[in-house]
């Protein structure tokens, strides 16, 4: 069974940094692609990022709302996949989704969420 | 990259079908068939109903249905049943010059 388990959420301040980390079972982590969308409390989805598999160079992509700001990263050997958020600001307060990508826009299998909220 | 357009609400009763709209532009819906629609219900995650413009996910009711015209892509629940009344998101690849996702407004679906 495919699980993805997403952790590192909370309360962080503005301009600080956290890291979510993104735990994968069930497949094989190192061939697929992965994903990171966000949802802000009460709103719609929002796709922040997207790394690819190493077979693909393994190269990122990113969301303009947080280009130069996040960087996705991934180890395979421990199957996680991570979303390093630095000088974060109150609009990215969301729960934030992994999310594994088996083709191009399609997203088959998200975790639970973590909330991240940025405030004073 | 702007959001897809789609209706904030659609309803329907019991056994109706009812289809509900996301409109791009040339540069994302209508110049690729990968639109794909998700099903979020309160508290939950999303849950892929569709991918590839018509593809359905294993396990997904075969009343879900998923088509395209021109820059505006369709999700199609025939048969509506109480379980279906969610939140509904379309995701198009929009990457002609920079590589990107956008996400539709989203649509609450409401059974009476």
């Known amino acids: 069974e495919v699980q993805l388990v997403e952790s590192g959420g909370g309360l962080v301040q503005p301009g600080r940094s956290l890291r979510l980390s993104c735990t994968a079972s069930?497949?094989?982590?190192?061939?697929?692609?992965m994903s990171w969308v966000r949802q802000a409390p009460g709103k719609g989805l929002e796709w922040v990022g997207f790394?690819?598999?190493?077979?693909?160079?393994?190269?990122?992509e990113y969301a303009a709302s947080v280009k130069g700001r996040f960087t996705i990263s991934r180890d395979d050997s421990k199957s996680i996949a991570y979303l390093q958020m630095n000088s974060l600001k109150t609009e990215d307060t969301a729960v934030y989704y992994c999310?594994?990508?088996?083709?191009?826009?399609?997203?088959?299998?998200w975790g639970q969420g973590t909330l991240v909220t940025v405030s004073s | 990259q702007s959001a897809l357009t789609q209706p904030a609400s659609v309803s329907g009763s019991p056994g109706q079908s009812i289809t509900i709209s996301c409109t791009g532009t040339?540069?994302?819906?209508?110049?690729?068939?990968?639109v794909s629609w998700y099903q979020q219900h309160p508290g939950k995650a999303p849950k892929l109903m569709i991918y590839?413009?018509?593809k359905r996910p294993s396990g997904v009711s075969n009343r879900f249905s998923g088509s395209k015209s021109g820059n505006t892509a369709s999700l199609t629940i025939s048969g509506l049943q109480a379980e279906d009344e969610a939140d509904y998101y379309c995701?198009?690849?929009?990457?002609?010059?920079?590589?990107?996702?956008?996400f539709g407004t989203g649509t609450k679906v409401t059974v009476l």
């Open positions: 590839e413009g018509s």
């Open positions: 040339s540069s994302d819906v209508g110049s690729y068939n990968l």
């Open positions: 790394i690819r598999s190493k077979a693909y160079g393994g190269t990122t």
């Open positions: 999310t594994r990508v088996p083709t191009i826009a399609t997203f088959d299998y």
């Open positions: 995701c198009s690849y929009a990457g002609s010059s920079t590589f990107s996702y956008v």
């Open positions: 069930g497949f094989t982590f190192g061939d697929y692609a």
